[in-house]
């Protein structure tokens, strides 16, 4: 058994996102994904899925020269060679990018967005050399089925006229009365029994009456609201105030550790992030002013699977929750997050997925949720195949980008509606 | 390949001890350690150590019933099991044993210093199955020795007339010179270049007087002093004063995490403990008061190797050290030790280990010290062989035994030299 990594294949890809809003503009109608294979002397291959704008495609390149030769199984070694793989600083911050959405830019973040695709191959090719699912390289699934939340957007019916982008059946959601009719097409198609919305996209009153709306229509069921921010501390106190009683958390009402501490010092609604808390750096001032009471890991950034794992120890140690937050992604990654999502004890909130709303993947089978669960794969590796037709369509769509869409910007999207659209400043309300 | 566990065998031992002194006492002439075998429904059996007191063994045998069936991949699996077992809180608190030095009782450390040895064994039978060391199914190593430090002991030539004993070729250390002595001959035998003393056991003032005379042996080397929490806070900044010229650190000069924060305040000599930090429910307090600089982790009460690598997440997390315990163990357990510190981005320290003490081992070969190292083994599974015969003496020695030793009672030990000793109130000075 030669476990040697023989090559690396890096393809960025384009898929389909609808119009889905939120505080920073809307969903470009196509997104970028970086799907990464490493292969075996074996000639095993292994598959991984990270953010594929152009900066992380730049720190994927030299990282995949330099991991070849590695074995699968050296998943430290990887995080070493990220290291030594120089990130150009204009790259971390400044840039025209979502990161305002994912939290802090650092070098670090960036490599471990990077580096976690490629942990991920490498357990996905681990496993499938020796016959064991990606949870048993974890140390064993405590669960046979990962439970996911309704994740809900303020959407247009489309993207704007002119614009190319493909089609969706979801209609448009942008009062009480169409995020409830969401919120029905997306529980009976998928069966989820949690509900999140995303706001900050329109003034608190609303989006309390949407929320207030969907716990009428879903009596006792857990309800999640997250403006990413866009909220001062005055503002999250009356929206916890208003919907107490219907909210599992509030996630990330105001954006900094500071601003969180002081919400969370004044209201029994737990807070939730995946800004404040997205490094193991920003950990200790936020456990120690107890700001968050909720930590929504997303493997891509955190830097992969393992680290998940490491996060969720810290989060149990300092007795914060854990759960999953998500961004666009595929199939690739939502088998990687039901993996370790599978073997993490104290997971006892619903994680987040985009899943449901990417019509385009490239895979042979989709993933399926049933009663909003996600069963755990248990054939080798991460239990999934890669569909190369779908994969050379996607890139193919890749490749004929002009660059406007290589790097996900969702104020330039909003501005093909809305020409005079700049990024809120926060506190927005 | 079926990895199911079709029976464990628990075996515990009386191992060979020579006379080494703590602040409670000496080390008794046997002490108990428990191995656990796991063998798989094809044949493959795995090995693991943990402590042998008649507690841990009572735990051991319900948990031993308990995996049966279980695969050994599925390490979680092991926890949740251990969960079910009932403890006898008798057996937590209050009965005669060092718990003492191993900090804190309680009910959940103490099925974790069980299910370790069979986390332990799991992981060899697990990398014996599939041809990988167990460091590869830790995340692959990062360096290919471990570096451990020379433990010195104050000591008496032998054991007590008239108790039964194996001598040793340690001769006495009771003095500033006999340490100098012990360690020359542990440097020699094994290349350490760094040096702890256990102390606690004479006046400040003596033990102060043998690290200056450790530090003048061996220039620039770091030293490290570890009364097992005998002093009062003025005592240890008193000793920090005077040896922070060449202490790498102080360990657990003072019982509990105030105390602990208090000197850290003081002083800038760096804290370590393996008693006010020994499970994760302590660590809040302490890294948030900056009680300790260095957690050293023992992997058997922490609860196995991949808790050990989630200790050293959250200690990296804090930008608190991380490096490793040692009570008397043998050669399973070192091996475990090595594989886990080998998979530790951030282990700075060099780990302790007993091992040098210990002239009785089940193996078929010792591992060896060379340079101060333990080259990480690149065989299947842990990389050690049991020696039936040896396991099958030092069990009989544990079967004739008539109670006396079976729990290690290191003021019994003493009352056999001094019968008026009891274990001294802390701090003692």
């Given at each position: 058994?030669?476990?040697?990594?023989?090559?690396?294949?890096?393809?960025?890809?384009?898929?389909?996102?609808?119009?889905?809003?939120?505080?920073?503009?809307?969903?470009?109608?196509?997104?970028?994904?970086?799907?990464?294979?490493?292969?075996?002397?074996?000639?095993?291959?292994?598959?991984?899925?990270?953010?594929?704008?152009?900066?992380?495609?730049?720190?994927?390149?030299?990282?995949?020269?330099?991991?070849?030769?590695?074995?699968?199984?050296?998943?430290?070694?990887?995080?070493?060679?990220?290291?030594?793989?120089?990130?150009?600083?204009?790259?971390?911050?400044?840039?025209?990018?979502?990161?305002?959405?994912?939290?802090?830019?650092?070098?670090?973040?960036?490599?471990?967005?990077?580096?976690?695709?490629?942990?991920?191959?490498?357990?996905?090719?681990?496993?499938?050399?020796?016959?064991?699912?990606?949870?048993?390289?974890?140390?064993?699934?405590?669960?046979?089925?990962?439970?996911?939340?309704?994740?809900?957007?303020?959407?247009?019916?489309?993207?704007?006229?002119?614009?190319?982008?493909?089609?969706?059946?979801?209609?448009?959601?942008?009062?009480?009365?169409g995020v409830v009719e969401q919120a029905r097409k997306l529980a009976g198609r998928y069966g989820f029994t949690s509900f999140k919305l995303k706001g900050g996209v329109f003034p608190p009153e609303e989006e309390i009456a949407a929320v207030r709306a969907l716990a009428g229509a879903f009596p006792g069921r857990p309800m999640r609201l997250d403006p990413n921010g866009a909220w001062s501390v005055e503002t999250s106190l009356r929206v916890a105030e208003e919907l107490g009683d219907v909210l599992e958390y509030l996630e990330d009402p105001a954006l900094g550790t500071p601003a969180m501490a002081e919400i969370a010092a004044r209201t029994g609604v737990p807070l939730a992030t995946n800004m404040c808390v997205t490094t193991f750096a920003e950990i200790p001032e936020a456990f120690t002013r107890g700001a968050v009471q909720v930590v929504l890991s997303d493997h891509h950034y955190w830097g992969g699977l393992r680290n998940t794992q490491h996060l969720a120890a810290v989060c149990r140690a300092f007795g914060v929750g854990v759960s999953m937050h998500s961004n666009t992604h595929l199939g690739i990654s939502l088998a990687a997050m039901t993996h370790v999502a599978a073997t993490v004890p104290d997971l006892h909130h619903a994680c987040d997925s985009h899943y449901p709303w990417q019509s385009e993947d490239v895979l042979t089978e989709r993933l399926v949720f049933e009663g909003g669960r996600v069963a755990v794969p248990d054939a080798p590796g991460l239990g999934v195949e890669l569909d190369r037709d779908r994969l050379a369509f996607l890139h193919r769509r890749w490749l004929d980008d002009d660059g406007a869409l290589r790097d996900r910007d969702d104020a330039a999207a909003m501005r093909a509606a809305d020409p005079a659209w700049v990024t809120p400043s926060v506190p927005r309300w």
């Open positions: 058994m030669n476990l040697a990594i023989e090559r690396v294949r890096l393809t960025p890809v384009l898929v389909a996102d609808p119009p889905l809003l939120n505080t920073q503009g809307v969903h470009q109608p196509y997104t970028p994904r970086l799907i990464v294979e490493v292969v075996t002397a074996d000639g095993i291959t292994g598959v991984g899925e990270t953010y594929g704008d152009t900066k992380y495609l730049e720190l994927a390149r030299p990282l995949a020269r330099k991991v070849t030769g590695r074995r699968v199984s050296d998943l430290n070694g990887l995080f070493r060679d990220a290291d030594e793989v120089a990130v150009d600083a204009s790259r971390v911050v400044g840039q025209a990018d979502v990161g305002g959405l994912r939290g802090v830019q650092t070098a670090g973040k960036l490599r471990l967005s990077v580096v976690s695709a490629f942990e991920v191959a490498c357990l996905d090719a681990l496993g499938k050399a020796l016959g064991l699912p990606v949870h048993a390289l974890l140390g064993g699934k405590v669960r046979d089925a990962v439970e996911y939340s309704a994740y809900l957007f303020y959407k247009w019916a489309g993207h704007p006229a002119g614009v190319p982008s493909e089609p969706d059946d979801w209609g448009a959601a942008l009062d009480p009365a």
